[in-house]
């Protein structure tokens, strides 16, 4: 046992739990450990009371918060420019948590056509159990963003850089829509991640993250998060948002905007109710892992955009390939946005249309064809890796869309999504090509 310990000669059963560690002690590691404790023990009575009242900040149980968690979100929201982050187990669910903590009961969401498909059913088959409706615009159509808006909206939503067409988002013009409703626009920052778009410095408010991404960066692990990039104010109309204004039963007497003034009241909302409620954790082991890719990310991220741009304008001069997705390509439509929202570098995530047949059996036969093809970039249902992946969205990702919605995407039967990794793009030039060649 530990030198301060009251039980010096314990029986094995005690010193097979207890001995060689004391709570009070721990090393200065130079890496953030992985605190892999479910609970955290307390200094007193009194100190664990604080806590659960939210009087004092700390570790109470890792459902809600973890030191490893902790700094994975202070590094996060420090990247983004943000005032405070939560961590979750997935994008996902730092979309679904973070929607639903500003919707509440019977909300409006206006999102764009634009979404990555798991996005899309969430928004059209999911919340709408909670009374949570959706209207979905054009998100280059900046008239139909405004004309969509009701009483009831209580968010814009938007990816930065979307999946999988790479259409870049106007967030200045959209955040402009947003405020003039009171309400936040909040944006999907995956693709892009901090490194190549801050959505802060453009007017957005609350940027969300699928960490297994780009931030992760290896296809290791899943993660999330949520940032309160601290520019929206929730008390300028406090009847809209009553979670966060009217007295709260998670700090008694009074509202968490009250409480938490001096911090950020939406994250304490998202944090104290639903991460506590309904449990989407980030596991302390996940976080660990994530802080590893963020120390990394620019470097990746450099070396992603550039491969890409050679793999994308190889492609745009090939005859098999009807179309290239690529904003960083002169001729995209894309191309001007890029240059004003991605001044370090275009996404990896991009698309190409192979020639259509006008036959949607042949056509996907093409599809799989040119996909058997390829040795060296893999068909995987994820991006962001350090691996090249191919997907087909109109078959994977995004399945569940109607034929009209593929449409309004951007996606056809011949769309094929690649995510450019780290390996020599040379070899990956050659590996295309030679899916190609099988078409």
Request: proline share 5%; aromatic share 6%; hydrophobic share 45%.
């Amino acid at each position: 046992m530990s030198e301060n310990s009251d039980c010096p000669t314990p029986a094995f059963a005690t010193a097979q739990v207890r001995s060689g560690f004391s709570a009070q002690t721990a090393p200065a590691a130079a890496v953030p450990p992985i605190y892999q404790s479910n609970a955290f023990e307390f200094e007193s009575l009194t100190h664990a009371a604080d806590l659960f009242a939210h009087r004092r900040d700390g570790d109470v149980y890792s459902r809600t918060a973890n030191p490893t968690v902790t700094v994975f979100e202070q590094r996060l929201a420090a990247l983004e420019g943000g005032s405070a982050s939560a961590g979750l187990a997935s994008g996902q669910a730092a979309v679904a948590v973070a929607l639903l903590a500003l919707a509440g009961r019977g909300g409006h969401i206006v999102a764009a056509t634009q979404l990555y498909g798991g996005t899309v059913d969430l928004l059209e088959d999911t919340l709408p159990d909670w009374g949570i409706t959706t209207t979905f615009v054009d998100q280059d159509d900046i008239d139909a963003w405004r004309a969509a808006v009701r009483p009831e909206t209580r968010a814009l939503f938007a990816e930065t850089v979307a999946n999988p067409v790479a259409q870049v988002l106007d967030v200045r013009a959209v955040a402009e829509i947003a405020h003039e409703a009171g309400v936040p626009l909040v944006v999907d920052n995956t693709v892009a991640t901090p490194y190549l778009q801050r959505p802060k410095e453009f007017g957005a408010d609350i940027s969300v993250h699928s960490a297994t991404k780009f931030i992760g960066g290896h296809g290791s692990v899943m993660g999330g998060a949520i940032v309160d990039l601290g520019t929206f104010d929730f008390t300028a109309q406090p009847a809209k948002w009553p979670a966060l204004t009217e007295p709260s039963r998670r700090v008694p007497g009074e509202s968490l905007v009250e409480h938490f003034a001096s911090g950020s009241p939406f994250i304490a909302l998202i944090k104290a109710k639903y991460m506590h409620d309904l449990g989407p954790t980030l596991s302390a082991s996940s976080a660990f892992q994530l802080l590893q890719g963020l120390e990394t990310l620019d470097l990746r991220m450099q070396r992603h955009s550039s491969s890409a741009q050679r793999v994308a304008e190889h492609l745009a001069a090939h005859p098999a390939v009807a179309r290239v997705h690529h904003p960083g390509l002169a001729g995209n439509a894309g191309h001007a946005a890029a240059a004003e929202y991605l001044p370090r570098g275009v996404p990896s995530v991009f698309s190409i249309d192979l020639h259509a047949t006008g036959d949607e059996a042949a056509d996907f036969a093409r599809v799989e064809a040119f996909i058997a093809g390829l040795r060296v970039v893999r068909l995987l249902a994820n991006i962001g890796d350090a691996r090249s992946i191919v997907t087909h969205p109109a078959s994977m990702t995004h399945s569940h869309l109607s034929r009209s919605q593929l449409a309004e995407a951007g996606i056809s039967t011949t769309t094929v999504r690649l995510s450019i990794g780290l390996e020599d793009p040379d070899d990956l030039i050659a590996d295309l090509d030679r899916g190609l060649a099988a078409i």
